[in-house]
Antibody
């Protein structure tokens, strides 16, 4: 049974960098069949796709966040991470790590438990 | 920004059939498959339908999806109390080069 376990702080100060890690168990992050990504949901707003990474390190980011986002992968630890720089109150959201099935459709078939992150001084 | 439009709410009584719509454009639904997610409060969202009308293993056949042109629909038949949740549609948008989501529909079982 694949599980995605998220870790990271729930409170980040404005202008600092938000960092979250997702540890994958029950499956290999090095599989060529999947992408690994992040999605967030600000309070009262719709889900927003942040970006994803392939086991090779190839990334694909939401253009609206691209200048501030870095997604990295550590295959030795079966983990991937999100770094979002220069955060503001607008980045307050529940952040989910996800697995996307490779191919044309790329549905998200597994989600982490979600990490509420508040940006506040 | 191009987005997918869903009704904010829907409701039905146990045993009824309800339908949730998702309206998009030629750059998203009109060009790419649609996925649907079920989100129960306090839990991780769950993939309900992928590739317009395909159910992952374990999803009851009470749930079905369809697509026509730039719109898609999720139908739930034999409504049950445990179906009370938020439902989201999603598709890739070729113009924005990003995955886009609908605003979500809160389903209430009366």
């Amino acid at each position: 049974q694949l599980q995605l376990q998220q870790s990271g702080p729930g409170l980040v100060k404005p202008s600092e960098t938000l960092s979250l890690t997702c540890t994958v168990s029950g499956g290999s992050i090095s599989s060529s069949s999947y992408y690994w990504g992040w999605i967030r949901q600000p309070p009262g707003k719709r889900l927003e796709w942040i970006g994803s990474i392939y086991y090779s390190g190839k990334t694909h980011y939401n253009p609206s966040l691209k200048s501030r986002v870095t997604i990295s992968i550590d295959t030795s630890k079966n983990q991937f991470s999100l770094h979002l720089s220069s955060v503001t109150a607008a980045d307050t959201a529940v952040y989910y790590c996800v697995r996307e099935v490779g191919g044309v459709v790329r549905p998200v078939d597994h989600w982490g438990q979600g990490t509420p992150v508040t940006v506040s001084s | 920004q191009s987005v997918l439009t869903q009704p904010p709410s829907a409701s039905g009584t146990p045993g009824q059939r309800v339908t949730i719509s998702c309206s998009g454009s030629t750059s998203n639904i009109g060009s790419n498959p649609v996925n649907w997610y079920q989100h129960l409060p306090g839990t991780a969202p769950k993939l309900l339908i992928h590739s317009n009308n395909q159910r992952p293993s374990g999803v009851p056949d009470r749930f079905s999806g369809s697509k026509s042109g730039t719109s898609a629909s999720l139908a739930i038949s034999g409504l049950q109390s445990e179906d009370e949740a938020d439902y989201y549609c999603a598709a890739w948008d070729d113009s924005l080069d990003v995955r886009v989501f609908g605003g979500g529909t809160k389903l209430t079982v009366l």
